[in-house]
Structure formats: structure tokens, C-alpha cells
């Protein structure tokens, strides 16, 4: 049975930094398209970073970028989202996501409509002072 948890979620004044951490169980993180979405009150969701082996290459939004670092520890089969910088706007439920189709590149998750098939339940980040 496929989990994702994820954790970390907490109130940080702007400016400030969290990580987020995600731990798979039931399928091995490395073999799967893995990344993070968010949901802000009265939003869509939008696709902050994702990593697909379809080209290697991950995606961030613009609104994140060189800001937020996603990265994978294969050995603990959990992901990371690295959040610095961090803005009110930042303000969301943060979600892990997977999928065991590597055919699609980090961009066409994050960026396009299908997202992936596997969702954690989410965690809170509050950026506010």
C-alpha cells in the first residue's frame, strides 16, 4: 500500500526557512516521479517542484524559484522540500506527490493538469510576523 507522510509544516515569520520532509512507504521513492504541491485558501493547487528520470531534470515554479530546493534520500526513502526565503504568499498546504510513471518529465506534472497519482494528506506553512 502506497504512503506518503509528510511533516514539518509550522507558523515562520517571512524570511525565514523550513524544511519539509515526506516518508514513502509501500513503493521505493527512486523508481517513482516524485515532487510537491501546494494549495493556498481560495486557490488552485499549483506544482512547486518535481523530478521525473524522463529527463532528469527538475522543475520548479517560477514563484519558488531559487528559493526552494526539493531533494530525495534514497536510504530513507523520504523527500525534501528546502524552503528559504520564505514569503507571505508562501502561505499553503504543502503536498507530497508521486507516480510510478517515469515517462513524463518534472515540467509536465508540475506545470500541466494531470499532476501524479499518489498524495500525502498535506501539511500546514504559515509565513506571517
Known amino acids: 500500500q502506497v504512503q506518503l507522510v509528510e511533516s514539518g509544516g509550522d507558523l515562520v515569520q517571512p524570511g525565514g526557512s523550513l524544511r519539509l520532509s515526506c516518508a514513502a512507504s509501500?513503493?521505493?521513492?527512486?523508481?517513482?516521479?516524485i515532487g510537491w504541491f501546494r494549495q493556498a485558501p481560495g486557490k488552485e493547487r499549483e506544482g512547486v517542484s518535481c523530478?521525473?528520470?524522463?529527463?532528469?531534470?527538475?522543475y520548479y515554479a517560477d514563484s519558488v524559484k531559487g528559493r526552494f530546493t526539493i531533494s530525495r534520500d534514497n536510504a530513507k526513502n523520504t523527500v525534501y522540500l528546502q524552503m528559504n526565503g520564505l514569503k507571505p504568499e508562501d502561505t499553503a498546504v504543502y503536498y507530497c506527490?508521486?507516480?510510478?510513471?517515469?515517462?513524463?518529465?518534472?515540467?509536465?506534472?508540475?506545470?500541466?493538469?494531470?499532476?501524479?497519482?499518489?498524495w500525502g494528506k498535506g501539511t500546514l506553512v504559515t509565513v506571517s510576523s
Open positions: 506527490v508521486a507516480d510510478p510513471n517515469t515517462y513524463y518529465t518534472g515540467r509536465h506534472y508540475c506545470g500541466g493538469p494531470r499532476g501524479m497519482d499518489y
Open positions: 509501500g513503493f521505493t521513492l527512486d523508481s517513482y516521479a
Open positions: 523530478f521525473s528520470s524522463a529527463d532528469g531534470i527538475t
